[in-house]
């Protein structure tokens, strides 16, 4: 199986964290300055389901009345603005055409702005960091038609965007890669299997101790349900002790194989800024891709056609 990405990856954002002064207050922040010439690597489509509602800029604030963002959809809240005007089925209908556009387009990954009453997963106020009634309305969309789903404000951290690119690297080949047979199933959990243990290691070891009794009957049904399973896994963040200790084990497994030391990378206990454990993390790709040999925490890579 290849393990390179071929084709970018398309990417949905909220239109204000891509630079569009589109927020309530005329408001917007370029948050893919901080990618710097990582973020050609891939496809954006910008959207906000405000503006797709007709609400223009600058507007009103919204709020969820009497329930969060799902209980909007099954008719048990309310959207308002700031005077009370009733703005329900029109944000409704932005968030709609929102999903439509990206679903149309091929998208199925989202950079979400977390605080928003409309775009926010897992908290939908930026006051006094209340987490308010989340998800928001687009946020429950973006939830029901499994998305994978990036906070803007980890794009500021170094660590926790390759974190998240890795694993969003990882997801989209495991989408698009073929499960014809025990074989195809096989190579594709030896591909994966290290970011899999870091991820979740007592969940991971069950897989492989499932795989390897190989008493098991090949369908295609099987083949889904555990890539969906592994989908589901690879969505969930990593921690930075288990990155340091993966990306120590890792270095060992290179030092061993290749007889090369590398100097910058340092002991997981070694005290370092996030800068500098990011630094290590693509030295230790690039330096795994040079000598042939996978750098199993980041087993997917983009190179481009």
């Given at each position: 199986?290849?393990?390179?990405?071929?084709?970018?990856?398309?990417?949905?954002?909220?239109?204000?964290?891509?630079?569009?002064?589109?927020?309530?207050?005329?408001?917007?922040?370029s948050?893919?300055?901080?990618?710097?010439?990582?973020?050609?690597?891939?496809?954006?489509?910008?959207?906000?389901?405000?503006?797709?509602?007709?609400?223009?800029?600058?507007?009103?604030?919204?709020?969820?009345?009497g329930?969060?963002?799902?209980?909007?959809w099954?008719?048990k809240a309310?959207?308002?603005?700031?005077?009370?005007?009733d703005?329900?089925?029109?944000?409704?209908?932005?968030?709609?055409?929102?999903?439509?556009?990206?679903k149309?387009?091929?998208?199925?990954?989202?950079?979400?702005?977390?605080?928003?009453?409309?775009?926010?997963v897992?908290?939908?106020?930026?006051?006094?960091?209340?987490?308010?009634?989340?998800?928001?309305?687009?946020?429950?969309?973006?939830?029901?038609?499994?998305?994978?789903?990036?906070?803007?404000?980890?794009?500021?951290?170094?660590?926790?965007?390759?974190?998240?690119?890795?694993?969003?690297?990882?997801?989209?080949?495991?989408?698009?890669?073929?499960?014809?047979?025990?074989?195809?199933?096989?190579?594709?959990?030896h591909?994966?299997?290290?970011?899999?243990?870091?991820?979740?290691?007592?969940?991971?070891?069950?897989?492989?101790?499932?795989?390897?009794?190989?008493?098991?009957?090949?369908?295609p049904?099987?083949?889904?349900?555990?890539?969906?399973s592994?989908?589901?896994?690879?969505?969930?963040p990593?921690?930075?002790?288990?990155?340091?200790?993966?990306?120590?084990?890792?270095?060992?497994?290179?030092?061993?194989?290749?007889?090369?030391?590398?100097?910058?990378?340092?002991?997981?206990?070694?005290l370092?800024?996030?800068t500098?454990?990011?630094?290590?993390?693509?030295?230790?790709?690039?330096?795994?891709?040079?000598?042939?040999l996978?750098?199993?925490?980041?087993p997917?890579?983009?190179?481009?056609?």
């Amino acid at each position: 199986m290849e393990t390179v990405l071929r084709e970018k990856i398309k990417v949905g954002i909220s239109a204000c964290m891509y630079g569009c002064e589109v927020r309530y207050n005329k408001k917007g922040w370029s948050m893919l300055e901080y990618l710097g010439r990582g973020q050609s690597e891939f496809i954006w489509h910008p959207v906000c389901p405000e503006c797709m509602a007709g609400l223009g800029v600058p507007r009103e604030p919204i709020r969820i009345s009497g329930g969060n963002g799902i209980d909007v959809w099954e008719g048990k809240a309310r959207i308002k603005g700031r005077s009370g005007e009733d703005v329900t089925e029109r944000v409704k209908h932005g968030a709609q055409v929102c999903m439509e556009m990206l679903k149309s387009a091929g998208v199925y990954v989202y950079i979400f702005m977390e605080g928003s009453p409309s775009c926010g997963v897992y908290r939908t106020t930026l006051k006094n960091k209340r987490i308010g009634k989340p998800p928001g309305v687009f946020g429950a969309l973006l939830l029901k038609e499994g998305f994978f789903l990036i906070p803007a404000a980890d794009l500021q951290s170094p660590v926790r965007w390759w974190d998240w690119k890795r694993r969003l690297n990882a997801f989209a080949w495991l989408r698009s890669v073929e499960l014809r047979s025990k074989t195809d199933i096989y190579d594709m959990w030896h591909t994966i299997k290290f970011i899999c243990q870091e991820l979740d290691n007592e969940e991971a070891r069950e897989i492989g101790k499932m795989l390897a009794k190989n008493d098991w009957e090949f369908s295609p049904d099987y083949a889904e349900d555990l890539r969906n399973s592994l989908l589901m896994l690879l969505r969930r963040p990593s921690s930075l002790p288990k990155i340091k200790h993966m990306l120590w084990k890792h270095y060992i497994f290179y030092k061993k194989k290749s007889g090369m030391d590398v100097d910058e990378i340092m002991r997981p206990e070694e005290l370092r800024n996030m800068t500098h454990i990011a630094s290590e993390l693509m030295i230790m790709e690039r330096k795994a891709a040079e000598t042939g040999l996978m750098f199993g925490s980041a087993p997917i890579q983009y190179k481009g056609r």
